[in-house]
């Protein structure tokens, strides 16, 4: 089967509704690089909703302008990149970044993050984002090892409140 890397729409609700509760088990097992915006959806219809009205504004001060983009392979979506499009919001600049993402447990060292955070850095360069802020916890191996496959060049390490620490990189998106 052909990947393919799209927003979603309505006739996505199963396969969105699988995908995140694999995502919510393994975060509530305790697996620390799950992100922390991973939740339970009761309507998926107003999430969707919600999600493509972020697209172009928020009413949430210091929140971002976000697409989320998901990777799906047949049936299954597979991963999601959320692109923040304002890195002045919030913490973003500190820690959050332009990027988060995540990958299934079931999906993950297939390469998959790598063709949707080549394919996110395309739509920076399109908005003229010559300059991506991507990070990830210190110890996240696969995670830093995908940043640095698609050019990222470390800047610097940030201690979290909570005492995690974070690699910050930077990738020209030209």
């Known amino acids: 089967m052909e990947y393919k890397i799209r927003t979603l729409n309505i006739e996505d609700k199963n396969r969105f509704e699988k995908f995140n509760n694999d ?21 998926y219809e107003e999430y969707l909703v919600e999600r493509n009205k972020l697209e172009n504004y928020t009413i949430i001060p210091n929140y ?9 392979d047949g049936e299954d979506i597979c991963a999601k990149i959320d692109c923040r ?6 913490n973003l600049s500190t820690e959050g970044g332009h990027i988060g993402y995540i990958t299934s447990p079931n999906f993950r060292g297939k390469g998959i993050m790598y ?4 394919f996110a850095l395309t739509k920076y360069n399109k908005r003229n984002i010559k300059q991506v802020f991507i990070t990830a916890l210190k110890d996240n ?24 620490i974070i690699a910050r990189y930077w990738v020209t998106t030209t």
């Open 141 to 164: 191996k696969a995670s830093r090892a995908t940043i640095e496959k698609v050019g990222g060049i470390l800047e610097s390490y940030y201690e979290r409140e909570d005492g995690e």
């Open 85 to 90: 499009w304002e890195l002045d919001k919030g």
């Open 23 to 43: 995502l919510l088990k393994e975060k509530n097992s305790g697996f620390r690089y799950s992100l922390s915006t991973i939740k339970e959806i009761n309507n």
């Open 64 to 72: 971002s302008t976000m697409t989320t983009f998901y990777y799906l």
């Open 115 to 118: 063709k949707l955070l080549t």
